[in-house]
Nanobody, 120 residues
Framework: QVQLVESGGGLVQAGGSLRVSCAAS????????MAWYRQAPGKQRELVAG???????NYSDSVKGRFTISRDNLKNTVYLQMNSLEPEDTAVYYC??????????????WGQGTQVTVSS
């Protein structure tokens, strides 16, 4: 069984910084792309940033230059460093990971989400 657990969300003032983390645990053989998504109230979930197991990254235009995604392959953990936060960044942030389990093939797993609130 594989689980993703996020941490690090919270309340911050505009212009501030936060780092969220997502750790995968369980019967993991290999992990491919890990990514962060977010969903604001009344809006669809959107991709924020993704990173491959070799370190290639991609970002949405709205966060490029402000957010940095990174990962620790030994810990099966992905991070999202968020700087220069804006009220528009307020959302629930979810991580997603493509994982091959010991008893399963490649599957996408989602975390439970962590709230990020940016006050103006």
């Amino acid at each position: 069984q594989v689980q993703l657990v996020e941490s690090g969300g919270g309340l911050v003032q505009a212009g501030g910084s936060l780092r969220v983390s997502c750790a995968a645990s369980g019967d993991i053989l290999s992990t491919n792309v890990m990514a962060w998504y977010r969903q604001a109230p009344g809006k669809q979930r959107e991709l924020v940033a993704g990173i491959t197991n070799s370190g290639s990254t991609n970002y949405s235009d709205s966060v490029k230059g402000r957010f940095t995604i990174s990962r620790d392959n030994l810990k099966n953990t992905v991070y999202l460093q968020m700087n220069s936060l804006e009220p528009e960044d307020t959302a629930v942030y979810y991580c997603k990971a493509e994982i091959r389990g010991v008893f399963s093939g490649w599957r996408n797993y989602w975390g439970q989400g962590t709230q990020v609130t940016v006050s103006s």
